[in-house]
């Protein structure tokens, strides 16, 4: 079974450029979590999504940032416009949220940020 | 809200020593479930274990083993005659269980390098 699908793997761009990273979940599950990795704050959760309606976005950094889930094989982590202090590894995972459940993680988006 | 705390940063170890890594948590739900992941310098997430707030069995898988402890709100991870494949972030987990709120919260991670 393929596992979580995220696109680009690495990204680069310039600050003040718009930025949008890509999610496929694994198919089946209900819940979709973006998580951002740091050095200084670790692993944070952004945002997540159950049936495709954002539940709580309360760790999304500012109005810059924005998620979407328009089907349930599908979600987007934009950034408008990205600044270098979005450099950082953002990962998406999904689970079943039915039950709690554990949840699974695609490889992440390293993304640079000049 | 829930904390998790992995007070260890950075381990080293020489191949085939034992090596445990701790995490202690707090919560104020009875029920909740505590994760542990792997995460290898190619930098993905692995998921190791979960364990729910019910079942405080040890749990063995390989040379991996877990120890979890509800009278110390601790969650420990032990890799036995450990090996270089080792050598990698680990992070503990907690999820409370409330409905559809599943989300996670992680400890800083600790890096464990095995030297050979």
């Known amino acids: 079974d393929a596992g979580v699908i995220q696109s680009p793997r690495h990204e680069v761009t310039e600050m003040g450029q718009e930025v949008t990273l890509r ?5 089946g599950h209900n819940s979709l979590f973006w998580y951002r990795q740091t050095m200084m704050r670790g692993l944070e959760l952004l945002i997540y999504f159950n049936n495709n309606v954002p539940i709580d976005d309360s760790g999304m950094p500012e109005d ?35 039950y709690p459940d554990t949840q699974y993680f695609g490889p992440g988006t390293r993304l640079t940020v000049l | ?17 034992d090596v445990t890594l701790d995490c202690v948590y707090e919560t104020r739900d009875t029920t909740y479930y505590l994760f542990w992941y792997k995460q290898p310098p190619s930098g993905e997430l692995v998921f ?16 991996y083993s877990w120890n979890f402890q509800k009278s110390t709100s601790s969650f420990n991870f032990t890799i036995t005659a450990s090996q270089v494949v080792d050598s990698a972030v680990y992070f503990c987990a907690l999820s409370e ?11 800083k991670g600790i890096t464990l390098s095995v030297r050979p």
């Open chain 1, 23 to 27: 999610c496929k979940p694994i198919s």
């Open chain 1, 64 to 98: 810059r940032f924005s998620a979407k889930m328009p089907n349930a094989s599908f979600s987007t982590l934009k950034i408008q416009p990205s600044e270098p202090r979005d450099s950082a590894v953002y990962f998406c995972a999904s689970g079943l949220s039915d």
């Open chain 2, 1 to 17: 809200a829930q904390k998790v705390t992995q007070a260890q940063t950075e381990i080293s170890v020489v191949e085939k020593e």
């Open chain 2, 48 to 63: 190791l274990i979960r364990r729910n707030s019910f079942d405080e069995q040890n749990e063995i898988s390989g040379r």
């Open chain 2, 97 to 107: 269980a409330n409905g559809a709120n599943s989300k996670l919260t992680f400890g």
